[in-house]
């Protein structure tokens, strides 16, 4: 594919299930971040990786909340024990190298995101 | 707190005007500023990217600016299509001597009408 691949990407869930929501980035690509958007607002970081390695999860909203990228391609976010206030779009993104400030041009793709519903 | 303001919130105009969607932050320092168009249902994409250095940068119909002393960027939407309808939505990204963490506004959201 030529681009980030979120699925599903429309979930519904009760109260108190868990959830995995699926990120595949482009191919190649070293840094993927996922980022939680509520209803009419911005993007906010969760999360960064580089290949396999989980650099910052200083976004992450609660121990609920847990991400993994065992390989270095696919990532997954994990939400235990689902609450309403988790209801929101989650995006991910990936960029070919790792991203510094010297690298201001860096682009991150964005995937479609998946729309959690938590009821 | 590092924040992202923009206005307006809203903005409705007819097909073929112009536009101008204005975004105040107070990061600092800063990387780079860019500014994002995001469709209903999809991931932002990247319209502008503006290093600290830089004051405007075109793509198409899409003009942004950058005064990093007062720290204000502006998109300008020329012509505007119907297309243009979408959320556009400013990102800054902090000085932070690794990888890049974008910061975002809660962007405009602009419908283009016949």
């Known amino acids: 594919g030529a681009g980030v691949s979120q699925s599903p990407r429309y979930k519904v869930a009760k109260r108190g299930q868990d959830v995995a929501l699926r990120c595949d980035p482009i191919?190649?690509?070293?840094?993927l971040f996922w980022y939680q958007q509520a209803l009419g607002q911005g993007p906010e970081f969760l999360t960064y990786f580089q290949n396999e390695a989980q650099l910052d999860k200083s976004g992450l909203p609660s121990d609920r909340f847990f991400a993994e990228r065992p390989e270095g391609s696919v990532s997954t976010l994990k939400i235990q024990r689902t609450q309403q206030e988790d209801s929101a779009v989650y995006l991910c993104a990936s960029s070919l190298v790792d991203t510094d400030v010297n690298e201001p041009y860096n682009e991150q793709f964005f995937g479609p995101g998946t729309r959690l519903t938590v009821l | 707190k590092n924040q992202v303001e923009q206005s307006p919130q809203s903005l409705i105009i007819l097909e073929g005007k112009n536009c101008t969607l204005q975004?105040?932050?107070?990061?600092?320092?800063?990387?780079?500023l860019r500014w994002y168009k995001q469709d209903t249902g999809r991931g932002p994409v990247s319209l502008t990217i503006m290093t600290f250095s830089e004051n405007t940068k075109s793509n198409g119909r899409y003009t942004a600016t950058l005064d990093a002393d007062t720290k204000q960027s502006s998109l300008h939407i020329t012509a505007s299509q119907l297309s243009d309808s979408a959320s556009y939505i400013c990102?800054?990204?902090?000085?932070?001597?690794?990888?890049?963490?974008?910061?975002f506004g809660a962007g405009t959201r602009l419908a283009v009408h016949p």
């Open positions: 191919s190649g690509h070293v840094s």
């Open positions: 975004c105040n932050y107070t990061v600092s320092p800063f990387s780079n």
């Open positions: 990102v800054v990204i902090p000085y932070s001597g690794g990888y890049n963490k974008l910061i």
